[in-house]
């Protein structure tokens, strides 16, 4: 992978972030340093992975405001070498989601200690909690996590069950500063292929590269069509109100119609990463498909730290991957969902859109 391919698997990561996934800042600066260090990832086809491989999942853990002020760079290694103590040598590396922090960060990770990356994640797009992945939806056991931060802290947490690595990591990353590295669920190729969302990091290639060829005013249908995906609308940002409560960014994004999309208005709601997407108030995407923006000025994703009024946006909507689309994985964003205020079922975005 040279900076060009990272670049590449930078874009289509925020492409896939749902408007989330953290400060595309941390992203860039993973991909300057491993360009300037001279290292590089490297990556496993899902297909290959041995069943008998010992898999990590290293994350980075922590608010958008600590993670602009802190490189990760010592934090999940140190984490990882903690963790190759508790439970013996690692044999791969997997990402917990798609996003640019989460994502570039274990490639990141795994170019510093030599150790492969496979080519798929647990989410298959950015997600606010850790009950959103298939670690939880298939009660994969997350012992040990363990947690390092800036000042060389570390907690080896053994969680009674999934369900307690939110609430107890989270608040712990908070009384460590509000940002760590952490590593956990140890678990093997077998299980990896039964439940990982496939391909995940190829797909962020692809679609970066798609980006960076399409520049300008066919980049929207460029995007739409390497998807399969739905233009929601074309327009301005009209509104948009955010809070942090509880270490997420809560809030709700309002996107009016303009010229042949006039008509057509779309709203947001999003913790951290978009939730929910309504056309003129009937739910139009439902968590876990999901949605991205792109500016239409400068043909790039955005997320919802970066919107401002009046920025012009193309809002488009994704389906999920086959295997996220699970009464077990839905239970995982039910209360994810009923914070932003949606209480009902999830219907499959190609439903909602073709009025079924």
């Given at each position: 992978?040279?900076?060009?391919?990272?670049?590449?698997?930078?874009?289509?990561?925020?492409?896939?972030?749902?408007?989330?996934?953290?400060?595309?800042?941390?992203?860039?600066?993973?991909?300057?340093?491993?360009a300037l260090s001279r290292i590089r990832p490297k990556l496993i086809p899902f297909e290959s992975i041995p069943n008998s491989s010992k898999v990590a999942v290293p994350i980075a853990m922590g608010s958008?405001?600590?993670?602009?002020?802190?490189?990760?760079?010592?934090?999940?290694?140190?984490?990882?070498?903690?963790?190759?103590?508790?439970?013996?040598?690692?044999?791969?590396?997997?990402?917990?989601?798609?996003?640019?922090?989460?994502?570039?960060?274990?490639?990141y990770t795994g170019a510093k200690t030599a150790i492969p990356i496979i080519d798929a994640d647990g989410t298959g797009r950015s997600i606010p909690e850790f009950k959103n992945t298939v670690f939880y939806s298939a009660r994969v056991d997350p012992n040990p996590f363990v947690m390092y931060d800036s000042a060389g802290n570390f907690v080896v947490l053994h969680a009674s069950k999934i369900d307690e690595v939110d609430r107890l990591g989270r608040?712990?990353?908070?009384e460590m500063g509000g940002l760590c590295g952490v590593c956990g669920i140890q678990i093997s190729g077998e299980e990896i292929k039964r439940i990982a969302v496939p391909n995940t990091i190829s797909n962020c290639l692809r679609l970066g590269k798609v980006l960076r060829e399409n520049r300008g005013s066919r980049v929207v249908e460029a995007l739409v069509k390497c998807?399969?995906?739905?233009?929601?609308?074309?327009?301005?940002?009209?509104?948009?109100?955010?809070?942090?409560?509880?270490?997420?960014?809560?809030?709700?994004?309002?996107?009016?119609?303009?010229?042949?999309?006039?008509?057509?208005?779309?709203?947001?709601?999003?913790k951290n990463e978009g939730l929910i997407a309504y056309l003129n108030g009937k739910p139009a995407v439902i968590s876990p498909d999901h949605i991205f923006m792109i500016d239409l000025l400068t043909s790039e994703p955005v997320t919802f730290t970066d919107v401002v009024p009046d920025l012009l946006v193309a809002v488009i909507a994704l389906m999920a991957n086959p295997k996220r689309r699970t009464k077990l994985d839905y239970d995982g964003f039910r209360d994810s969902l009923r914070d932003v205020g949606y209480v009902g079922e999830y219907v499959p975005v190609e439903d909602l859109l073709n009025g079924s």
């Open positions: 992978m040279d900076e060009t391919a990272l670049t590449d698997i930078l874009y289509g990561s925020i492409i896939l972030a749902a408007g989330g996934g953290g400060p595309v800042q941390s992203g860039k600066s993973l991909v300057r340093s491993m958008c405001a600590t993670l602009l002020e802190n490189f990760l760079d010592f934090q999940m290694i140190k984490a990882l070498k903690i963790f190759e103590e508790q439970v013996g040598k690692v044999d791969a590396l997997l990402p917990v989601e798609t996003g640019q922090v989460n994502t570039l960060a274990v490639l608040t712990i990353c908070t998807t399969d995906g739905f233009l929601l609308t074309k327009g301005r940002i009209a509104k948009i109100e955010s809070k942090v409560a509880h270490g997420h960014d809560y809030g709700m994004m309002e996107v009016k119609g303009l010229a042949s999309y006039k008509g057509k208005d779309v709203s947001i709601a999003f």
